[in-house]
């Protein structure tokens, strides 16, 4: 019953900033890396950041530099704070968690995220010009 919940997208300008959280629930461990993943109508999933239990991060370099993944490990929040949003970044955004050992967050975002177990329903961010 492991279980990931999106949340925060909405509609903004070019330049605005969004924060997005993802709740974790009905995980009978340590989540070992969670990260942020991102798929536009017809496009490819993409990965967006990344990070693992030890704070290791990773991000997509179309946005490093704008956004920021973190996390408060006592409830298994995740957050991906976007700011500088281009109308690039319009997609469904995703949260996905877990993954076998040595799965790491460089790994997990080249890869987006094709073997981490839990997943969300999305959360849709739209950037209009």
């Known amino acids: 019953q492991a279980q990931l919940v999106e949340s925060g997208g909405g509609s903004v300008q070019p330049g605005g900033s969004l924060r997005l959280s993802c709740a974790a629930s009905?995980?009978?461990?340590?989540?070992?890396?969670m990260g942020w993943f991102r798929q536009a109508p017809g496009k490819e999933r993409e990965g967006v950041a990344a990070?693992?239990?030890?704070?290791?991060?990773s991000y997509a370099d179309s946005v490093k530099g704008r956004f920021t993944i973190s996390k408060v490990n006592a409830n298994n929040t995740l957050y991906l704070q976007m700011n500088s949003l281009k109308p690039e970044d319009t997609a469904m955004y995703y949260c996905?968690?877990?993954?076998?050992?040595?799965?790491?967050?460089?790994?997990?975002?080249?890869?987006?995220?094709?073997?981490?177990?839990?997943w969300g329903q999305g959360t849709l961010v739209t950037v209009t010009s």
């Open positions: 990070i693992d239990s030890d704070g290791n991060t």
């Open positions: 996905a968690a877990d993954g076998p050992p040595g799965y790491n967050v460089i790994k997990v975002v080249e890869g987006a995220g094709r073997y981490l177990e839990v």
């Open positions: 009905g995980f009978t461990g340590g989540i070992n890396v």
